[in-house]
């Protein structure tokens, strides 16, 4: 059995009650649909805080140092990740941010 803790996880906000919680700018109460273009609205936000002890930037290797074989890109810090749903087709669409 795998024992988790609150501190393992971000959290996620359902619906416009996340738009805030952002580590930039507000994140929009919709945006346009990545697949077709149409109008997707705000399903959740999930928030990553800088006390917990897992983070999604921790899941992959990234760029490297200069003079060292260069990675992939991938956030680097703790993130903060919109998710929509379009009107039309209901392909899901993010934006995301880091601190």
């Known amino acids: 059995m795998i024992k988790l803790s609150m501190r393992d996880f971000g959290q996620i906000f359902i619906g416009p009650k996340g738009l805030d919680k952002s580590w930039q700018k507000k994140f929009p109460n919709a945006t346009k649909c990545c697949r077709c273009g149409e109008n997707s609205r705000i399903a959740?936000?999930?928030?990553?805080?800088q006390n917990q002890e897992n983070y999604v930037a921790d899941l992959h290797e990234r760029n490297?140092?200069?003079g060292e074989e260069k990675g992939k890109l991938w956030p680097h810090d703790s993130i903060?990740?919109?998710t929509y749903f379009c009107e039309k087709c209901l392909e899901p669409t993010s934006l995301y941010n880091q601190a």
């Open 44 to 49: 959740f936000v999930y928030h990553e805080d």
């Open 80 to 82: 903060a990740v919109a």
């Open 64 to 66: 490297k140092q200069e």
